[in-house]
């Protein structure tokens, strides 16, 4: 349970872009359902150990939460995963055809959200009072969806399809120099018990934002009682027909469940 | 949902083709453009570093991820007038038609030290650092030149190739010479590989001609009028249409690209001749 009566129930959906090797995935993601916090993370394709840097900024994203509106807790904060990801590798063992790729590191987008306690006042309504802060920050397109009686009523941080047709920002292994073009999208939002929280990696969010943008918004809850084998042919099937990238692809979906 | 031609995925499952024709006759031992090096070293420089590009973009973490096939063919005519038409890679992998990416990454002939010099990163200043460069190719310029019947080996591999991978992109066949066929017109065997296709499209036969001359290069040329000679007619007939992926791309990187343009270019220098090899491998979908 969270320090509130807000409770989190959730399940997880992967499928590898390469379906016969899903050890290659290079979505990660992690959720500690008592502190109420989750993140999802999607590794660049041609970079090198992106699956490992995915899975150590996803742990700490939870274990460990930085502060992306204050520069210095988050510069400590990367340089720490940096350092993870460099001790990780054994540079000695690699092969000539990934060492120039070392050199520039890693890359993964991030988007993590924690549900805290909300601050009530007098003039709440009784709905209000149950109501819990939905918190988030993003670097990249990992997209999230908040649900509320069968209807999107916040996308963070793409609101288009056709933004996810440009590169990413992606946070790196390797300081390039380049942290100050870093730019976090912030969310602060209100979240009820019954809403559902979807998280999903960017092939995914195009095709839902897609759906949406025709007059066919997916029906996420859909997904819930699905097994996942199911919704990995769904998946498939897509891809057949090209409706959604071709991609490694992930799905989160969270229930906020509220006192009985 | 039905897509565009030249739009599949690169992929294990749909693998891509690059087929690689060098002329290794005698004139390749003259100095490419105003440059002092001769055209065979410049184009095996190119080759190999081309490769070595392929190698280290399918690379992941678990080595290198076998998406595409290739093929490296050389062709000239030994002291008697005989053919000889073989594959070009060397050590492991000689005599080798078509090897994956994953092998070529993995068996270079040899591993040359290079020495180059790159900013300092503490400093700026500029500092020696040696280099390891991949080797697959080396330089050879000797006797004539039987274009046709390289093309005719080419359309026999490239069937093969397509009976295997029937809806993979259409293989990208990249031919280099310095001059003229010396047994026949080679717009008829040209004319039969560009019409072998998979179920994404026509194969892509694009000609890179290389000069001696300090004559300006061209790309992309969209009408035989306006060629300086009748060997630039001759490629510009030979090479394919480019599909609008390719257009697009070029659009993006500078190049003044008409309706109709050819996969051409004439009087390469080596700046050329790396953004012509770079132009094939850009515009493919999953190879970017």
Redesign the interface.
């Given at each position: 349970m969270l320090k509130h009566d807000l409770a989190l129930d959730w399940r997880d959906f992967m499928l590898a872009?390469?379906p016969?090797f899903p050890e290659?995935n290079q979505d990660a993601w992690r959720i500690d359902v008592q502190r109420g916090i989750v993140a999802i993370a999607d590794g660049v394709a041609?970079g090198?150990?992106?699956?490992?840097w995915a899975r150590i900024l996803t742990d700490a994203a939870v274990e460990d939460p930085p502060d992306p509106q204050d520069a210095a807790d988050m510069a400590g904060w990367l340089a720490r995963q940096r350092e993870t990801w460099s001790r990780s590798i054994d540079a000695s063992r690699l092969?000539?055809?990934?060492?120039?790729?070392l050199r520039e590191g890693a890359f993964s987008t991030l988007l993590w959200i924690r549900i805290l306690p909300r601050e009530t006042s007098p003039a709440d309504s009784a709905a209000e009072v149950c109501g819990g802060r939905l918190c988030g920050h993003a670097i990249g397109d990992g997209c999230l969806f908040l649900v509320r009686d069968g209807a999107v009523v916040r996308r963070f941080p793409i609101e288009s399809a056709a933004e996810l047709d440009n590169p990413p920002l992606a946070l790196g292994s390797v300081d390039l120099g380049r942290d100050g073009l870093l730019r976090f999208e912030h969310l602060d939002q209100t979240c009820y018990p019954g809403d559902m929280i979807v998280l999903c990696t960017d092939a995914l969010a195009q095709w839902g934002l897609r759906q949406e943008e025709s007059g066919q918004p997916p029906q996420w809850e859909h997904y819930w009682n699905m097994p996942e084998e199911t919704w990995q042919e769904e998946i498939l099937a897509l891809r057949a027909?090209?409706?959604i990238r071709?991609d490694d692809t992930t799905l989160l979906l969270m229930r906020v469940e509220g006192p009985a | 949902?039905s897509?565009p031609p030249y739009s599949q995925?690169i992929?294990?499952?749909t693998k891509a083709c690059f087929l690689f024709l060098l002329d290794q006759s005698f004139s390749m031992e003259e100095p490419l453009g105003r440059s002092s090096n001769r055209k065979c070293d410049e184009l095996a420089t190119a080759i190999n570093g081309w490769l070595?590009n392929m190698?280290?973009?399918a690379?992941?973490?678990?080595?290198?991820k076998d998406w595409m096939d290739v093929g490296v063919f050389g062709y000239r005519t030994d002291a008697r007038g005989n053919m000889i038409i073989e594959p070009a890679l060397l050590g492991p992998l000689a005599g080798r038609r078509l090897v994956s990416i994953t092998e070529i990454?993995?068996k270079?002939a040899r591993?040359d030290t290079k020495v180059e010099w790159i900013p300092s990163e503490d400093t700026g200043e500029m500092i020696e650092v040696a280099c390891?460069v991949?080797v697959w190719v080396d330089p050879v310029a000797d006797g004539g030149t039987p274009m046709c019947n390289m093309l005719y080996i080419a359309h026999g591999l490239l069937s093969e190739w397509i009976r295997e991978h029937p809806h993979s992109f259409p293989p990208i066949v990249v031919h280099i010479s310095d001059g003229e066929s010396q047994d026949g017109d080679p717009t008829v065997y040209a004319q039969s590989i560009k019409e072998l296709s998979t179920s994404d499209g026509s194969v892509l036969l694009l000609n890179c001609h290389l000069s001696r001359t300090a004559a300006a290069p061209f790309m992309f040329p969209a009408s035989r009028e306006n060629l300086p000679d009748d060997l630039a007619k001759v490629l510009f007939d030979m090479s394919s249409v480019l599909p609008e992926p390719f257009v697009r791309h070029a659009v993006q990187e500078g190049y003044a690209v008409q309706p109709g343009a050819r996969g051409m270019a004439f009087n390469a220098n080596m700046v050329c001749l790396i953004q012509f090899l770079d132009m094939g491998t850009q515009a493919a979908p999953g190879l970017r």
């Open positions: 872009k390469d016969e290659q041609l090198l150990f992106c699956r490992q092969a000539w055809y990934q060492k120039p790729k027909d090209r409706s071709r | 949902m897509r995925e992929s294990r499952q070595q190698a280290i973009r690379s992941g973490d678990e080595g290198i990454g993995a270079p591993i390891e991949p």
